[in-house]
């Protein structure tokens, strides 16, 4: 079939096809964009935690009675809870924390090398000797926390924020300690570039040292400034008269819900001068991630919507043409063309026009993709999906051509005679 005939009668109706290529062009940009961002959000939605997401629950005890506003009295509660806790046949591992893995936020701050070297932000929370048990994180460097730890430390930092520290004039005190951490190795990596984090120190703002005593495989929390796999824990014990006393409870493989059930009775025996709150991670997961849920199915029907109402035009303009062309196809017909020659004429033109929007499509995707950029953060947009659009309205511009082009080519060379 030569072109040259076929392009110049598509030009004397170039509204007609330019319409239809630009609206190729405009699904294969809003379809490449969203594809783009289901991929990015999927990524987001299956990313591991490295924790034991499945088998974690938070319970926080806030006390009603004047005797827990003494700390000793908070304390001895606070040991009695994780005995009762850990006793428990159905639980595996109980931490005094308040970590809570997937609220998409928690407590951050800023360390630095020396005092003149840059500042890197890092999540921070306190942790006691079964923390790391706790949560399911392997460590791969150094040791985990004892019990000596957590009391020393506790005692020392209960000392600290009891006075006013003397300071210089750039704020830092006259006086410091030295504080063990345990650091995930994302941020080992930020931190010591030049690696053997083990026994070195960071500093924080009021000039303390923080001493790196082990490092974990993997750790990821979602946070803002994009800090989720940066984290330091550092040993003391957690609670106050106020906020109430948290315990990250681990339990057995699928006794999550007969233990958040029954865990408010097993600390009412211990202490019933409480409330209690129970969170499971997977619960708190599922509603962080909700959001992205919902927007990656919005997406998905976007883009089956526009695929579908795009073939539709492409079929509803051929058996349009068909049916304007009745004639002309009976007398190619009638001077020999076969049915094949009509098939393939339709779909070479509605190829040609697919391919037009297509070419124009790809330079509007990489526009909309900037502009998306520049307003939010997301992914670029890659060649190879720009490639699979493309195969993908080849592919629905073909079959939606096919049943009025099929059509068209049983055209006989009598009944189109019968319409002139």
């Not at 959001?291 to 051929?318: C, D, E, K, N, Y």
Request: glycine share 8%; net charge positive.
């Amino acid at each position: 079939m030569h072109l040259g005939p076929l392009v110049r009668a598509m030009l004397r109706n170039k509204v007609r096809f330019g319409l239809l290529a630009l609206e190729v062009a405009l699904t294969l940009a809003i379809v490449a964009n969203c594809v783009s961002l289901i991929l990015d959000a999927r990524r987001e939605l299956t990313r591991p935690s490295g924790f034991v997401d499945e088998q974690l629950m938070l319970v926080t005890a806030t006390p009603f009675n004047e005797a827990f506003r003494e700390v000793s009295y908070r304390d001895t509660i606070a040991d009695q809870d994780l005995a009762a806790l850990r006793a428990h046949p159905a639980i595996e591992n109980a931490t005094n924390s308040s970590f809570l893995p997937w609220q998409g936020g928690g407590s951050s701050t800023m360390f630095q090398r020396t005092r003149k070297a840059e500042a890197i932000r890092t999540q921070i929370y306190a942790a006691d000797e079964r923390m790391l048990d706790t949560l399911g994180v392997r460590l791969v460097e150094g040791r985990a926390f004892t019990r000596d730890d957590v009391l020393r430390n506790t005692e020392q930092l209960r000392a600290l924020n009891a006075i006013d520290r003397v300071r210089d004039a750039s704020g830092i005190a006259a006086s410091t300690v030295t504080v063990p951490a345990i650091i995930t190795r994302a941020y080992a990596k930020l931190m010591f570039p030049e690696g053997q984090p083990l026994g070195k120190t960071f500093e924080d703002e009021n000039g303390d040292h923080w001493q790196v005593v082990g490092v974990v495989e993997h750790f990821y929390n979602p946070y803002a400034w994009k800090i989720g796999e940066y984290a330091t824990f550092y040993p003391q014990r957690q609670g106050s008269y106020e906020g109430g006393t948290s315990y990250l409870v681990r339990v057995k493989p699928g006794q999550l819900t007969p233990v958040e059930k029954g865990v408010e009775g097993v600390l009412a025996g211990v202490n019933a001068n409480r409330t209690f709150r129970v969170r499971t991670i997977p619960d708190v997961k599922r509603r962080f991630l909700g959001s992205q849920t919902l927007m990656v199915r919005l997406l998905s029907l976007v883009i089956v919507v526009l695929v579908f109402v795009t073939a539709l035009g492409i079929m509803g303009l051929t058996s349009f043409s068909v049916a304007e062309r009745t004639r002309q196809i009976g007398t190619r017909r009638a001077l020999g063309a076969g049915r094949a020659d009509i098939l393939r004429h339709f779909l070479l033109e509605n190829w040609i026009t697919t391919t037009v929007g297509i070419v124009l499509g790809v330079g509007l995707a990489v526009v909309l993709n900037m502009t998306l950029l520049r307003e939010m953060d997301g992914p670029r947009i890659t060649p190879g999906l720009l490639a699979i659009g493309a195969v993908l309205l080849w592919t629905a511009g073909l079959l939606a051509t096919l049943w009025p082009a099929l059509r068209g080519a049983r055209v006989a060379p009598a009944e189109a005679t019968r319409n002139i």
